[in-house]
């Protein structure tokens, strides 16, 4: 492997600011646009090396800048190319970026239009979940600059929709996940399509035996950057976890984000109806709040993604779903209502802040059962998470739904804050067999008498019988 230091011609490729790594000046202009000025670490080593044309291999803990690491110097090297023909036979695709996820497509697709927005480079995303004609007209206008998912991408191949055949670029984001997602047979049906004459980019979270496999099947002499050791968290998130009762989480959330007046935030949930059920209460409670998990469509997934974004819903509760790729400027706080089972998880949630060298917060609430959990993730990361002491106001634990005990120590139905009044109990008198007494008896005589006084009213006559004659 090349030094990850150097190119291949030996100078140094460290700068201190994105106006000396030479970047086209639209580029440059969009770059200072976004408020970017100095390179994170990720940026710093693969940009100038991106540029120079050489195979990246690329590691970094999430929130580094990966996106614009790729991104930049790739639009770059496509900007001698960029026209303003209407002819889609002039807008060939001439780079292709994998993605395992339809947000995190989705998400490096706006990274390069916001980039790329004062070119005449054409950008399109393709991810399954969506109608795909809007996709295939798309497609055929012709575009640059692919963004794609690896099943929907080969149904498009498959329509004959798009062709591969001018890629000069290939980027695989996130590789280890596309992996755990079983997209290996997608990925190698896809390369195979490519020329084989091409530059590509692998980054990925962590580098396994299986992805340094992966990265030899179809890297040519890769430079290796791994800016970060192995599920490292960002040190300007601030950690701190506070232990609760199993019935009192829901209140936890809800009074960490009104007391501190906290906006844009992820709440994250191991369960697709957790997130669901937690949202409901949230807005119950005035927090203008939105779920997204797998069950979700694309369209709900994408308008609630968008809300978010724009600051329009306040609170985000997710699975992981949304742990890896959704990238939202400033957010200050990630809170887990519930740890994670799988430790990484953890990385990546609480990397969806202090993005970038911003600052942020990840707060977690966990039971006594769940204390094993967290210990999982402190071996993994190989730092104690600070534990802290949670004083929840009496209000907030009544407030919405809060879980009571009966005495048998099974747990009794959710019981509203404003329970019904207690019922009247019923007389006993309802109870009874019915006892005639004198004066029903001498009323009913009364009733029942011939109008003259001698004996009984005649009865009705039987159906169909008619009655007996008694006078003759």
Do not use: W
Not at 157 to 165: G, T, Y
Not at 282 to 306: C, F, M, P, Y
Not at 380 to 389: E, Q, S
């Amino acid at each position: 492997m090349t030094d990850a230091n150097t190119t291949t011609s030996g100078k140094t490729t460290t700068f201190e600011s994105f106006t000396e790594v030479g970047l086209h000046p639209d580029l440059l202009k969009a770059v200072m646009a976004s408020g970017y000025t100095k390179p994170t670490p990720i940026q710093e080593q693969a940009m100038p090396l991106i540029m120079d044309g050489r195979d990246i291999m690329g590691a970094a803990q999430t929130g580094t800048g990966k996106t614009a690491a790729f991104t930049l110097p790739l639009l770059h090297r496509l900007m001698p190319m960029a026209n303003s023909s209407m002819s889609p036979a002039r807008h060939p695709v001439r780079a292709l970026i994998l993605a395992p996820t339809r947000e995190l497509a989705d998400q490096v697709a706006e990274s390069v239009k916001r980039y790329s927005h004062s070119s005449p480079l054409r950008v399109a995303v393709v991810f399954g979940g969506v109608d795909m004609n809007a996709q295939r007209d798309q497609l055929r206008k012709g575009c640059e600059l692919l963004i794609a998912t690896p099943g929907r991408l080969l149904d498009h191949i498959e329509q004959k929709n798009v062709s591969l055949s001018q890629v000069s670029v290939l980027v695989l984001d996130e590789a280890d996940r596309m992996l755990d997602m079983g997209f290996l047979p997608d990925l190698e049906r896809i390369v195979r399509l490519l020329p084989k004459p091409r530059q590509s980019l692998l980054f990925s979270a962590t580098f396994s035996n299986d992805i340094r496999k992966l990265a030899r099947s179809f890297l040519n002499n890769p430079v290796e950057i791994n800016v970060a050791p192995r599920n490292a968290t960002a040190e300007t998130v601030t950690q701190i976890a506070y232990p609760v009762a199993p019935n009192e989480k829901k209140a936890a959330v809800l009074y960490t984000l009104k007391s501190r007046n906290l906006s844009q935030v992820i709440v994250f949930v191991n369960t697709k109806i957790g997130a669901s059920r937690v949202a409901r209460e949230l807005v119950s409670e005035g927090i203008n709040a939105e779920s997204i998990h797998g069950d979700r469509t694309q369209a709900e997934r994408i308008k609630a993604l968008d809300g978010f974004k724009s600051g329009e819903i306040a609170v985000l509760v997710a699975t992981d779903v949304a742990a890896r790729g959704l990238d939202v400027v400033g957010l200050p706080c990630v809170i887990n209502m519930d740890l994670p089972y799988n430790a990484e998880d953890y990385v990546h949630r609480i990397g969806r802040t202090g993005r970038a060298g911003a600052k942020g917060e990840a707060i977690a609430f966990y039971t006594q059962t769940e204390e094993r959990l967290l210990e999982d993730i402190e071996k993994l990361i190989k730092t104690p998470v600070p534990r802290g002491v949670l004083s929840i106001p009496s209000v907030f634990l009544a407030s919405g739904h809060h879980p009571a005990r009966a005495a048998t120590g099974k747990p009794e139905r959710y019981k509203k804050t404003f329970p019904a009044a207690r019922a009247t109990p019923i007389d006993d008198f309802f109870f009874r067999p019915y006892e005639p007494t004198k004066q029903d008896v001498e009323s009913d005589a009364s009733v029942n008498r011939r109008p003259d006084g001698h004996g009984p009213k005649p009865m009705l006559a039987v159906l169909l019988g008619g009655r007996p004659n008694t006078e003759n």
